[in-house]
């Protein structure tokens, strides 16, 4: 669990991991240079409560306190808390019963509710719904690229997994999603528990609302890095699905890394027959005709990506062999 300047809401995320039902488990608690009361707060904490071990830090940033932290765990599964959301009593168990029936799962996280109701705006919501939306490997497998498929305080990693990745790193993009695309490429099979398990506290005082790791381009940046390992490796030449905002910042992502743009698909005929970046833009009808090109989805409107999806399916594609889906 890493704080930092954490007080205003540990009282609580103490007490829920408290009421777990599961009670062999130790928390190891990062104070991560916390400028308020954390530090005292986590110490009272531990000379009342035998499994609590207190680690205080220089502030480094959180991919290096998680890191730490997890050095410091002696247990064979690694779970993730936060220092200001809720966790549901029977979260512990449930993740570890499906651990112990999946022997093939290597990490597992559940479904999430943003709370409190008020601060909770629609991209927070529209996110929470896709997530309760996967539960199963195959859905995550396939959806790695969109986001990330496992909302990182739900997490419980077995131990060697983590380690044979090499833990947590800090790469400027999110720490969360680093790790997560990193196991999808070592071949571990995630998966959610399919209940609610997890209140995560939203609010504009978050690192993903402030913190440049957590912007836009950093995840595009964070995709496209990855892309090139997995679906993009050798390839030099790729089309995009998607003409619009999300679509350009891609491209910009793309080149960036080397990659060429052969051209953009698009159903709105103010923007088919005009380029971008020197690629031409055709109407998305066109796509079976340039199937020896690898396609990447980049349309980030509700309801767009099924729709897609089932296009490319009739026309004989194959997801991942001949297209992604990453926004």
């Given at each position: ?12 995320a ?8 599961y009670?062999d ?6 104070n ?5 009361e ?23 940033g ?10 410091e ?9 936060d220092?200001?959301?809720v966790?549901?009593?029977?979260r512990f168990?449930e993740?570890i019963?499906?651990l ?15 709370f409190p109701h ?12 896709w997530?309760n939306?996967l539960?199963e490997?195959d859905?995550?497998?396939?959806d790695?690229?969109?986001?990330c ?8 990693i ?19 999603y ?6 999808h ?5 995630l ?5 609610v398990?997890h209140?995560?506290?939203e609010?504009d005082g978050?690192?993903?609302?402030s913190?440049?790791?957590y912007s836009?381009?950093?995840f ?5 890095h990855y892309?090139?390992q997995?679906s993009?490796?050798g ?12 679509g350009?910042a ?8 080397g990659l060429?743009i052969g ?15 020197g ?20 349309v980030?409107?509700?309801g ?10 009739a ?13």
């Open positions: 669990m890493p704080c930092r300047d954490a007080a205003e809401h540990l009282g609580l103490v007490r829920s991991l408290g009421l777990q039902t009670r488990f130790e928390v190891v608690a990062v991560d240079g916390s400028l308020d954390t530090g005292d707060l986590l110490e009272r904490w531990a000379a009342r409560e035998p499994r609590v071990r207190v680690a205080h830090r220089a502030r480094t959180l991919a290096e306190a998680l890191q730490a932290g997890a050095a765990c002696r247990g064979e599964l690694i779970a993730r808390v220092a200001d959301d966790t549901h009593p029977r168990s993740q019963r499906l112990a029936e999946r022997p093939d799962v290597s990490a597992v996280g559940t479904q999430v509710r943003y008020e601060a909770v705006g629609w991209g927070a919501r529209r996110y929470q719904q997530l939306g539960t490997p859905a995550l497998a396939r790695v690229f969109v986001e498929p496992i909302a990182h305080p739900t997490l419980m077995r131990r060697p997994a983590l380690e044979k990745v090499g833990g947590y790193r800090a790469n400027g993009w999110p720490e969360d680093d790790l997560i695309l990193r196991l490429l070592a071949g571990a099979r998966a959610n528990v399919p209940r398990l209140f995560w506290r609010g978050r690192a993903s609302r913190d440049p790791r836009a381009a950093a595009q940046h964070c995709k496209v892309l090139r997995s993009l490796a390839h030099r030449r790729v089309n995009l699905w998607g003409a619009g905002r999300v350009k891609f491209a910009r992502a793309l080149l960036d890394e060429q051209g953009f698909f698009d159903i709105d005929p103010r923007k088919i027959g005009q380029e971008i970046y690629a031409p833009v055709w109407d998305a009808r066109e796509v079976p005709e340039h199937r020896d090109t690898f396609l990447l989805v980049v980030g409107a509700a767009a990506r099924e729709l897609i999806r089932q296009q490319l399916d026309a004989g594609f194959h997801e991942p062999q001949d297209y992604r889906c990453i926004a």
